[in-house]
């Protein structure tokens, strides 16, 4: 039987505390809440880390979270040897807040990095300390003092990042906001999320269903680490945090 989590993180990225009720566990031990502020892993985003705090004040450590039988149902994967809660308990759910927030900064970054190299993108990865990017990108001259940049050019602009939502069909009507070469949001299911990043996504606009700061300049100083040619005409993109070091 397939359950259905109400994604408190989708709304609200800061978060990061919730409570949840437990509604069921899985076989092999992970708790399935009726809601939740843990992302789950999906997207190129890692879900989140944390715990639960009981009524007692004890704690059940989460070392991951992923989804279930269906995308609406999600998971949280304890530590081994963790307590197992009852179906029905009411739980305080803490995420790892530092790293979330690490998390969405890299996320963001990602998005403005698709504004600055404006070419389809094949392959993407959020990580706490690097990301990646893959385009689909003949031209040479994106190096990496450029890209940096146009991206901080993005960030000090300090523009709004915002969640809006569209229909399917809205979404079938205007198949040019995804930028991903390979992946399509999924349809069917009445809506589709999207971030955008200025007035009425002015600057950017693409569906993504990942956690993000609200302004641009909470992103702080981020540098393109490396670029790597991976094919005729594919380059990957490392972001990094911290300002480009010198040559």
């Known amino acids: 039987m397939a359950y259905e989590t109400d994604a408190l993180f989708r709304e609200d990225s800061y978060l990061s505390t919730a409570e949840g009720k437990v ?5 092999t031990g992970g708790i399935i809440l009726d809601q939740t502020n843990f992302y789950a892993t999906s997207g190129g985003q890692p879900g989140d880390i944390g715990f639960f705090e009981r009524a007692d004040g004890s704690r059940i450590e ?20 963790q307590a197992v809660p009852t179906v029905g308990e009411t739980l305080v759910l803490h995420i790892d807040w530092p790293r979330r927030y690490k998390l969405m900064r890299m996320h ?24 990646r990017v893959d385009f689909d ?3 040479p001259t994106y190096t990496k003092e450029f890209v940096t940049e146009k991206i901080m050019e993005l960030v000090k602009a300090n523009d709004p990042v915002s969640i809006n939502w569209i229909s399917d069909e809205e979404f ?26 200025g007035e009425n996504g002015a600057v950017d606009s693409q569906p993504c269903g990942g956690t993000h700061v609200s302004e641009t300049q909470e992103v702080g100083e981020i540098h393109i680490g490396k670029i790597e040619k991976k094919g005729k005409e594919n ?5 990094r945090f911290g300002a480009l070091p010198d040559a």
């Open 235 to 239: 380059r990957r993109f490392r972001i």
């Open 23 to 27: 509604l069921a566990i899985t076989d």
């Open 172 to 197: 079938l009507a205007n198949p040019d906001i995804v930028k991903s070469k390979n992946v399509r949001p999924p349809v069917g299911l009445g809506r589709i999320r999207l971030v955008a990043i």
């Open 137 to 139: 990108l003949p031209d």
């Open 62 to 81: 989460i070392t991951a979270t992923v989804t279930g039988e269906n995308k609406n149902e999600i998971v949280h994967v304890p530590g081994e040897g």
């Open 108 to 131: 963001t970054a990602c998005h403005l990095l698709s504004v600055a190299c404006p070419f389809p993108i094949t392959g993407a990865a959020v990580g706490e300390d690097e990301s």
